[in-house]
């Protein structure tokens, strides 16, 4: 093991194996440097900018130094003297790089000055050292002297310091410059306290530069272009999702038009459009930073709270990048970074976690100098701006200039004011006019309206005799349909006779709702309150007798023995799913889970597809509308009757009502419930339309039961036959069920 941990380090400091420690360096700073242009060309942003400079330094420096060891393995200069110390300086200054790229990625003057300055030390240092091993060459190895020890020491002490520093801030992707940091430092660590091996250099060192310099790759991925977002696997035409609430070219139009609104109203009018048009979470006017390096932030919009956000004060120099992109004109977009003051200053000013993306653009004035900032950030969404982003909010900037900057008035200017006054001094004139023409009509009105009075309470009264007469004899037809309740079949004569009562009381009633509207209207004369509130009740009693009158008009249409249902065979997985979409939405509204277990396979039936699809959805409804929020429903199919021939087909719907209480249970499918009754517990529909549907499956050869689980719920069952025999509409089915309806 030791042997070959011999042959590795002899590789990577002597040459012409050395070249393999120099290209790998080079090569994984160099990509770095692609990938961070490429970002930069994408974003602009100055975090990456940042990046691209500390790259191609550290670039020269690597190629600087490869030269040189070129130059010496060819003898041309000697290693041991000039070679040796400009390699340990050299790596300090790459070290110092690093640390200033992973730990630093936004702009700060004063990190900046204390790296320059670490630097510049450094410079020093090596000068200084450069000329003492001058006089000592060749009396002992550098390595081993007290400045090589030095330099191992100083390069330990900043990957520790910028480790440190790492943890405490906590950038965007600290992750991979801590482990590279890491990994420097244990190098240095182990050249100081392992056996120096034979050499001019430490081979441990280079062996941990060679691992950790790859991970500079993580650099340009601490900000990502745009948000992730999810997109089909292999798509033919990958649309873009829509990024603009407005057409960009309408909004150019209408801020040219918009001149001479108020500026009270203009800032939040402003904003609010750029946010909606821009789809961008919060918009702030902002104004450039004056003498004192203070910007004022004058107004914004948050277009997910939909509210407008006050201004305040950004002091001291809390956002320098804004404030140096706006005074100078110059767009600026940043992203969602951790450490930067300029994302903090808005986040703090508006009380939020973070601020998100930014994207700011000047607007200039007539002379071209910088006048406001819009700025757009991205909270909540987390949106990442792009290039058409900042062409579109660049453009629509320039369209806005003339609304903050009104022109100065001209004579012209000055003739149009005061004829604007004269036209609203007559607009006021001929408003004073025809408050007192009003009044005067109001006058004559009442005179009118005294003798119109008597003839609406005169006709109030007939209405109501009507409605009170109507109302005596639906209640005797209610009583007719009560006595015949028991009987098995109602006559056809009765049927008959029964429809006939029902279109004499549709005539009238159709006649009172629409002289009631007619009153209402105000066409005749204007109502008094109480008159009003009298006519309001009369529309609601004559609408609820109207829907009486249907619900008995289709009990006994439903019930008559001689209705015909047009039978064909009838898929139950078709009329099960229109039956599930067309309760569907009122299970959404109240949050109804719906559990469904039904077989691979059903076989047909032979039955009338609108009847069995229009009781299926009535039991839907019923225990959609009994069901608590929230709650759940279950929906079953069962085959009954033989494996290989199934005869019936059982279909259950549950619900959490609560159950049905024994004292109701004899009013849940009444043929004909009164006028006055309540409507029954733990059940969500009328006991008329219960009943409409136990007749609908009778009709159809079937039965309807319900189980009722009192605190709990309630099943209703419905059982039909399969179409292996042809089923005739009207006739009850086989005694074989039993008597189910109970």
């Known amino acids: 093991m030791n042997q070959l941990y011999r042959e590795i380090i002899s590789i990577v400091v002597n040459p012409p194996g050395n070249l393999t420690y120099h290209l790998v360096l080079a090569f994984s700073i160099a990509a770095a440097l692609q990938s961070s242009l490429n970002h930069w060309r994408a974003t602009l942003f100055p975090q990456v900018r940042r990046t691209v400079f500390g790259l191609s330094l550290l670039l020269v420096l690597r190629f600087i130094l490869f030269i040189l060891a070129g130059v010496a393995w060819q003898g041309v200069i000697n290693e041991q003297t000039l070679l040796s110390p400009i390699d340990r300086a050299f790596t300090l200054l790459g070290m110092i790089l690093v640390f200033w790229m992973w730990v630093f990625p936004e702009p700060s003057r004063r990190s900046d000055a204390a790296t320059l300055i670490l630097g510049l030390l450094a410079l020093t240092a090596f000068t200084l050292n450069l000329v003492w091993w001058w006089g000592q060459s060749g009396l002992q190895d550098y390595k081993t002297s007290l400045p090589g020890q030095a330099s191992e020491i100083a390069a330990a002490g900043v990957a520790a310091l910028g480790l440190l520093l790492l943890l405490i801030r906590k950038p965007n992707g600290y992750g991979f410059g801590a482990a590279m940091l890491a990994l420097l430092m244990a190098g240095h660590l182990a050249a100081l306290l392992l056996p120096p091996e034979p050499g001019d250099y430490h081979g441990i060192v280079r062996l941990t530069q060679m691992a950790a310099y790859p991970l500079l790759l993580g650099l340009p991925q601490r900000f990502p272009l745009t948000q992730a977002t999810g997109q089909q696997a292999f ?42 048009a821009m789809l961008a979470d919060v918009c702030l006017l902002v104004s450039p930073p004056d003498s004192s390096g203070d910007m004022l932030v004058h107004c914004g919009y948050d277009l997910i709270r939909e509210q407008p956000l006050d201004g305040f004060l950004i002091t001291d120099g809390a956002a320098p990048l804004v404030a140096s992109a706006l ?36 607007i200039p004035n007539r002379q071209g100098a910088p006048q406001y900032g819009l700025l757009l950030l991205s909270p909540h969404s987390e949106r990442g701006w792009k290039d058409d982003d900042q062409d579109l909010l660049t453009r629509l900037a320039g369209s806005l200039a003339h609304l903050l900057q009104p022109d100065k008035p001209t004579a012209l200017d000055k003739e149009l004011d005061e004829t604007r006054q004269a036209l609203m001094a007559a607009l006021s004139e001929l408003e004073e006019l025809r408050r007192e023409q009003e009044t005067y009509l109001l006058m004559l009105e009442s005179d009118r309206l005294a003798s119109e009075s ?171 509308g009994s069901t608590p929020q929230g709650g759940e429903i279950a929906f079953s199919a069962k085959l009954q009757g033989d494996e290989s021939q199934p005869q019936y087909l059982l279909l259950q719907v549950t619900d959490q009502g609560g159950g049905i209480p024994a004292e109701h249970a004899s009013r849940l499918f009444s043929p004909l419930p009164h006028l006055e009754q309540e409507p029954i517990p733990g059940t969500g529909a009328q006991s008329a339309e219960l009943t409409i549907i136990k007749i609908l499956i009778e009709n159809l050869g079937g039965r309807i039961w319900v189980d009722s689980r009192p605190g709990l719920g309630a099943t209703f069952s419905v059982l039909l036959p399969v179409a292996s025999e042809p089923v005739i509409a009207g006739l009850p089915p086989d005694e074989d069920f039993g008597d189910l309806s109970e």
Do not use: W
């Open 235 to 276: 798509p033919a035409k990958p649309q873009e999702p829509r990024r603009y609430g407005a057409d960009p070219q309408l909004l150019e139009n209408l801020f040219s038009l918009s001149a001479g609104a108020e500026p009270e109203k203009l800032c939040a009018t402003l904003t609010s459009t750029i946010s909606q």
């Open 454 to 624: 008597e003839q609406l309470e005169k006709e109030l009264r007939l209405a109501l005799e009507e409605i009170a007469n109507l109302k005596s004899a639906l209640y005797q037809a209610d009583q007719k349909f009560l006595a015949l309740k028991h009987q098995d079949k109602l006559p056809s004569a009765q049927i008959q006779e029964i429809m006939a009562v029902m279109q004499d009381l549709r005539r009238p009633m159709a006649s009172i709702l629409g002289y009631t509207e007619f009153l209402l209207g105000e066409s005749v004369g204007i109502l008094g309150n109480l008159q009003r509130k009298f006519l309001e009740r009369i529309r609601i009693s004559s609408q609820r007798l109207d829907e009486l009158i249907e619900e008995l008009y289709q009990a006994a249409g439903l019930g008559n023995e001689h209705a015909i249902l047009a039978l064909s065979l009838v898929d139950p997985n078709q009329v099960i799913d229109a039956a599930i979409a067309h309760a569907s939405t009122q299970l959404r509204q109240k949050n109804i889970l719906l559990r469904l277990d039904l077989p691979d396979k059903l076989p047909p039936l032979n039955a009338n597809l609108e009847t069995i699809q229009r009781a299926l959805e009535g039991l839907l409804q019923n225990a959609g």
């Open 327 to 362: 005074s100078r004109g110059l767009t600026l977009r940043l992203p969602a970074s951790s450490t930067s003051s300029d994302i903090r200053a808005f986040a703090d000013g508006f009380g939020l976690p973070r601020a998100g993306h930014l994207l700011a653009v000047p």
